[in-house]
């Protein structure tokens, strides 16, 4: 097993690997920017080091940085949680070239998946089910408009190299596809570096659901349950359970065979997720996206299959055997995540701030990941997540039973956020019912 880890992220993430590197045994390495000085994750681990000022270009994202304070530690590896450098193959291929381990996929399959024209020809051929759409990136406006033609408004114009929920857009007609092409080109340019742009079938009414695989030390690619994501403002999650509510045994035995085929197709290793769009009314899906890291999802499935997915990462990348038995998986139960966002509760817009009170909620099947607590400050620097309050349990009905009450007790103040949200949506008869999908937040405002 690796002796000692580098956690190249922040806040929640890098104090939820630290805990388990710490239980395993491993020497647990925080780096963190000048902003994030007083946070626990910087407390909690077992060395730490200031790596830049606030700006991620200078601290977070800055690769030099990083592995400069892995060769002073003496870290023996890296894993870069999830965002900042998790998907960067340069990174990763770096980190390898150095000596040190990478706690993810190789560089190879993050450059494969990383481009969603590429990784949509790469599912195609692997005869993972995707949707209607380009198989190039359209050239130019003409080659836009000429391509949704064919596909059929209303359609998704897509950065190619986007990610997260951004760099997407919808057009219901010609003249919105024009306006939005030349959107999201630019979008795309300027935050990705590439205004690769392709077309897609676009579903007005539509569920996201996710498999988690984990491709293991010795070749095999084993799917562990899927996750359900609909519940979004921005194409950004708020809410994902597993199992999906949406999902009968037939629909799950294709879509977990369907993602132990995408993994195959690039040979995985290591943690990811393959996401896809359900249509509600025919059950048919579509692969949308493969993340080639660890989710912020994560612990819903932790929770059904009994595994701590962090570790299995670390047995991955030293090369054992995981815990578990791949061929005796076997999910039980029901978990669901609610992400605790610094963000207003009604139009969603980030309210950094001073962290006056923060009191987590207790009780059988709940677990809060927190980035902050009491005296903090809650940066614009960073993404606006403060904690994630997961609940688990024996049945959905009992899982939201508890989510109700766990939401109630958790107290913040200082900076906005919207746990408010939650205990509206937690009354919701849409939500409660099971039967949502991704318009369901819009719905509600």
Known sequence: ????????????????????????????IAVYSEADADLPFVAEADEAVLIGPPNPAQSYRNAEAILAAAKSTGA???????????????????????????????????????????????????????????????????????????????????????????????AVDEAALRTEYDKVRAF????????????????????????????????????????ECSVQRRNQKLVEESPSPAVSPELRSRLLAAAVRAGEAVSYRNAGTVECLLDPETNEFFFLEMNTRLQVEHPVTEYVYGIDLVEEQLRVASGLAPTFDPDALTPSGHAVELRINAEDPKRFLPGPGVVRTWVEPT???????????????????????????????????????????????????????????????????????????????????
């Open 1 to 28: 097993m690796i002796e000692s880890l580098l956690v190249a992220n922040r806040g929640e993430i890098a104090r939820r690997i630290i805990r388990t590197a710490k239980r395993l045994g491993i020497r647990a």
């Open 76 to 170: 023996q590896a890296i894993h870069p949680g999830y965002g900042f450098l998790s998907e960067n193959a340069e990174f990763a291929r770096t980190v390898e070239s150095s000596g040190l381990i990478w706690v993810g996929p190789d560089a190879d399959a993050i450059t494969a998946m990383g481009d969603k024209i590429n990784a949509r020809n790469l599912m195609a051929a692997a005869g993972v089910p995707v949707a209607p759409g380009t198989t190039d990136p359209a050239a130019d406006l003409d080659a836009a408009v000429t391509a949704a033609a064919e596909i059929g408004y209303p359609v998704m114009v897509k950065a190619a190299a986007g990610g997260g929920g951004m760099g997407m857009g919808v």
């Open 188 to 227: 795309a340019e300027r935050m990705f570096g590439d205004g690769s742009v392709l077309i897609e079938r676009y579903f007005p009414r539509v569920r996201h659901v996710e498999v988690q695989i984990l491709g293991l030390a010795d070749g095999r690619v084993v799917a562990l349950g899927e996750r």
């Open 363 to 445: 009780g059988e099947g709940v677990r809060v990941d927190s980035g902050y607590t009491e005296g903090n400050t809650v940066t614009p620097f960073y993404d606006s997540l403060l904690a994630k309050l997961i609940i688990s349990g024996a049945t959905r009905d009992e899982v939201l039973e508890r989510a109700k009450a766990a939401v109630a007790a958790f107290q913040i103040e200082g900076p906005k956020n919207n746990v408010p949200f939650f205990a509206e949506l937690l009354t919701n008869e849409e939500f409660l019912s099971g039967a949502y999908d991704t318009g369901i937040v819009s719905r509600m405002r």
